[in-house]
């Protein structure tokens, strides 16, 4: 079975500094990654996906993430957050042989502040 | 931008009662998923649905749930008989396609709470 771990379920910043939402998963067949955004009252948004290829990958926002797998990491990063950035971020995977579905961590709340 | 709209925002039922959450996918998408998260727990997969049939559903997904994509439009998911426990998040999301590599398109989520 799979399983996805995000080490923090919160994370307060100020404004300008870099951020790191660290992303663990297990897994013993290979998995695609996902990290996912949702801001206040709205619904999940893909922020950055890994399938295969380069292991450091970009995505919207100035977000990126790079995949680890000898640590089975998935850590999202971006040099300088805003306000805006303010959310609750989700690690995922999803498996090769099981469709679409989606196996979510716990989620961690970015909190940006001025 | 298209975009997944669910019904309503928020729910709020009496333990026993029977509930619909309402969905309605992009228009040319043709998978369909259910997620809910509990609160302070992990979004956790419910149900995919394809050609009007489950493609695949989770040991939560028992008895009790059902869903239904009755017109062509909407995707459904039916609670039947509520239980504390389900007090959720409840997501809703669409692909276009089934493929692991696919962007799931969610919904902004129906609050359900059951007292």
């Known amino acids: 079975a799979q399983s996805v771990t995000q080490l923090d379920s919160q994370v307060p910043v100020f404004e300008e500094a870099p951020v790191e939402l660290r992303c663990n998963y297990s897994?013993?067949?290979?998995?695609?990654l996902f990290w996912y955004v949702q801001y206040p009252n709205q619904g999940l948004q893909l922020l950055l996906k890994?399938?295969?290829?380069?292991?450091l990958v970009k995505g919207i926002n100035g977000f990126e993430a790079e995949f680890n797998k000898s640590q089975t990491s998935f850590h999202l990063r971006k040099p300088s957050v805003h306000i805006s950035d303010t959310a609750e971020y989700f690690c995922?995977?999803?498996?090769?042989?099981?469709?679409?579905?989606?196996?979510f961590g716990q989620g961690t709340e970015l909190s940006v502040k001025p | 931008e298209p975009e997944v709209t669910q019904t309503p925002s928020h729910q709020v039922t009496q333990m026993g009662q029977e509930v619909i959450l309402r969905c309605v996918p992009i228009?040319?998408?043709?998978?369909f998923y259910w997620y809910r998260q509990i609160l302070g727990q992990k979004v956790e997969f419910l149900v995919s649905?394809?050609?009007?049939?489950?493609?695949?559903k989770s040991e939560i997904f028992d008895d009790q749930f059902s869903v239904e994509r009755p017109d062509g439009s909407n995707f459904t998911l039916k609670i039947r008989s509520t239980k504390l426990e389900d007090s959720a998040m409840y997501f809703c999301?669409?692909?276009?396609?089934?493929?692991?590599?696919?962007?799931?398109?969610f919904g902004q989520g129906t609050r359900l709470t059951v007292v």
């Open positions: 999301a669409s692909s276009i396609d089934r493929g692991v590599r696919t962007e799931a398109f």
């Open positions: 897994s013993s067949v290979s998995v695609y």
């Open positions: 890994y399938l295969s290829g380069s292991t």
């Open positions: 995922a995977v999803s498996v090769w042989n099981q469709g679409g579905k989606l196996i």
């Open positions: 228009s040319n998408h043709l998978y």
């Open positions: 649905f394809y050609n009007n049939e489950i493609s695949e």
